[in-house]
């Protein structure tokens, strides 16, 4: 490991992803679970970064989720709250808005986009 990875830990996360990933495509043989396993992977380090104040970190996990399944209504639910927690609450709407008609959440619940903006503005509240 380079001594700047130590300090910004940046391949500790890519790795710790990469090993995730080997044992999630080793062990996961129904066809599309290993993406959802993976965007659940993904979104629950992204909700402990975000925990932390790591909210880059979390961003990217939460992008990374939504970019291996496209209706993973966690990541959505991830991203728009930490772009929320950063006073972005116009970039946390777009991001809702820019998601599925229907999403799942993490026990295959479908879910409308309008039912989550919903919810979402009236968290604002």
Do not use: H
Not at 60 to 81: H, Q, R, S, W
Not at 109 to 119: F, G, L, P, S, W
């Amino acid at each position: 490991m380079g001594l700047l990875s130590r300090f910004f830990g940046a391949s500790d996360r890519q790795e710790q992803k990469r090993k995730k990933f080997r044992e999630l495509e080793r062990f996961v043989v129904v066809e599309g679970m290993c993406e959802t396993m993976k965007a659940s992977w993904l979104t629950s380090r992204g909700n402990a970064y975000g925990e932390e104040g790591k909210l880059k970190e979390a961003m990217e996990d939460f992008t990374e989720a939504i970019n291996i399944k496209k209706d993973y209504l966690p990541a959505y639910l991830g991203l728009a709250v930490t772009y929320k927690t950063q006073g972005q609450e116009k970039e946390a709407l777009e991001i809702l808005e820019a998601a599925p008609e229907e999403m799942r959440t993490g026990n295959n619940v479908t879910v409308t986009r309008a039912q989550i903006i919903e919810n979402f503005r009236g968290l604002e509240k």
